[in-house]
């Protein structure tokens, strides 16, 4: 029981210093890439840090099982360099029992993982896609600002709005927007206000000008097309691998995902629930390669155990393209069987190696 609570200690406390040092790492990333999102006016920087509150969970539930997996390696990579691992073989601590106390913690972690998919990120982003809907969360049709021209899309759009009201209703707005270089055809809308609407029903954002003209033709040339509304939409474009963008699917709670039938949905659903089983699977593999000495030290097999974590999970990203596209669930289901079998292999390969050994004397 001590040596249990000793190898359990150990491990959660690597695990939660690889935790903590990639959560800084990924929480400054994805700040600095929503920050520059703020920064050309896709969203308002008030809303950027409760956004990345609610993405928490998100960013969690990818970072736990690599935690894990490292925190394994450095923890036994220690006891191995150390010479302790010598000492609990010669108490009959073989790989299989040290593989169930390990298998312990890793299965709260594997537990924690499972809530966060399946409950909490989703929650998280529900959460954040209210605030995204919400159409004062950004600055008019990219970044209006009032009584100021910008420029958007390599200078194709300029847009223009004298006052804009707290309640984000615009006032004498111009948006001149090219829509051929080499024809140098152009359309230049006037009107008397706007407002950034959400449609629920489509799920996007769209500038609804009213009371206004557009005008549409080649400047210089006297052939122009004047149409005269009294209500005008248009959506705003959502720039690829933008937040808004990809956080709709993220949003969508489990239970909907269960009874959906749309292969998007069926895919994410899956990627949830593969999550929790990375954890077990790569908890073992992370024991096999922890196996180093003295003269090599407790980083030795850091590099090819990292790289068998990434061939892991680049083919259970693969798996849920090939679901996206309308593809079966077998890839996914060989991709964990055959990892699984893989870290079981080398688990017991001093075992399997000295059987075979003896068959072949034999």
């Known amino acids: 029981m001590r040596i249990f609570r000793y190898l359990t200690n150990d491990v959660l406390s690597h695990t939660a210093a690889v935790a903590f040092i990639l ?5 400054s990333g994805r700040f600095i890439k929503y920050l520059a999102e703020a920064a050309v006016g896709d969203l308002t920087a008030d809303v950027l840090l409760p956004v990345m509150l609610f993405k928490l969970p998100s960013f969690f539930e990818l970072i736990l099982p690599l935690s894990l997996f490292i925190g ?3 923890s036994l990579g220690r006891l191995y360099a150390e010479s302790e691992m010598v000492i609990l073989k010669a108490c009959g601590f073989g790989p299989r029992r040290i593989a169930a106390y390990i298998l312990v913690p890793s299965s709260g972690v594997m537990l924690l993982v499972a809530f966060l998919s399946l409950q909490l990120a989703p929650t998280g982003s ?5 605030l995204l809907d919400d159409p004062r969360s950004a600055d008019g049709l990219q970044a209006l ?4 021209f910008k420029k958007q899309r390599s200078g ?3 847009t223009y709005a004298e006052t804009i009201s707290a309640d984000g209703v615009m006032s004498n707005v111009f948006v001149v927007e090219r829509k051929s270089e080499g024809t140098g055809d152009m359309v230049i809308t006037h009107a008397e206000e706007g407002e950034i609407l959400f449609d629920n029903q489509v799920g996007r954002r769209y500038l609804e000008l009213r009371h206004g003209t557009r005008y549409r033709g080649v400047p210089g040339t006297p052939n122009y097309e004047a149409v005269a509304f009294q209500r005008y939409g248009e959506l705003i474009p959502e720039r690829e691998g933008s937040l808004r963008a990809n956080i709709k699917t993220d949003a969508l709670p489990t239970q909907e995902l269960i009874n959906s039938d749309n292969p998007r949905h069926r895919a994410t659903l899956y990627w949830r629930l593969s999550l929790p089983i990375l954890v077990p699977v790569m908890a073992l593999a992370a024991i096999a390669l922890s196996r180093t000495d003295s003269r090599r030290g407790r980083y030795a097999r850091l590099g090819p155990a990292l790289l068998l974590f990434m061939l892991y999970f680049i083919a259970l990203t693969q798996a849920r393209s090939n679901i996206e596209g309308g593809g079966g669930l077998l890839p996914l289901l060989a991709t964990h069987a055959g990892f699984a079998l893989l870290s079981l292999i080398m688990l017991e390969w001093e075992s399997l190696s000295k059987r075979l050994r003896s068959m072949a004397r034999g």
């Open 23 to 27: 959560f800084l790492v990924v929480f």
């Open 72 to 74: 394994i390696l450095l």
């Open 126 to 130: 529900e959460r954040a896609q209210q």
């Open 145 to 148: 600002a009032a009584g100021r």
């Open 156 to 158: 194709e759009l300029v």
